[in-house]
């Protein structure tokens, strides 16, 4: 089983900046993805960015250019840095690690992004 912690939501005003970070319990071996959803009120939840299991990393078209997926791997973390934020953005943000060995998906807590203009 593994464990994720998240930290960094908040209030910003549009066009402000905001960090994540998701930091799992322990080493992951076998990772298939790794990265951060949202969910807005009234809406589904949606990919934001991830980091794929061949390297390569995937951003929502709707944030390209404004947030930077990150990780450490010594620390098991990763870290979405949020810059130029709209009123849009508002939502609650999830960490998620999806694991090839076992096959197994694992979701934080959530932490609410809200974005004032």
């Known amino acids: 089983q593994v464990r994720l912690v998240e930290s960094g939501g908040g209030l910003v005003q549009a066009g402000g900046s905001l960090r994540l970070s998701c930091a799992a319990s322990r080493k992951i071996g076998s990772i298939r993805a790794m990265g951060w959803h949202r969910q807005a009120p009234g809406k589904q939840r949606e990919l934001v960015a991830t980091?794929?299991?061949?390297?390569?990393?995937n951003y929502a078209d709707s944030v390209k250019g404004r947030f930077t997926l990150s990780r450490d791997n010594a620390e098991n973390t990763v870290y979405l840095q949020m810059n130029n934020l709209k009123p849009e953005d508002t939502a609650v943000y999830y960490c998620?690690?999806?694991?090839?060995?076992?096959?197994?998906?694992?979701w934080g807590q959530g932490t609410q992004v809200t974005v004032s203009s």
């Open positions: 980091f794929l299991y061949d390297g390569s990393t």
């Open positions: 998620n690690l999806n694991t090839i060995i076992p096959q197994a998906q694992y």
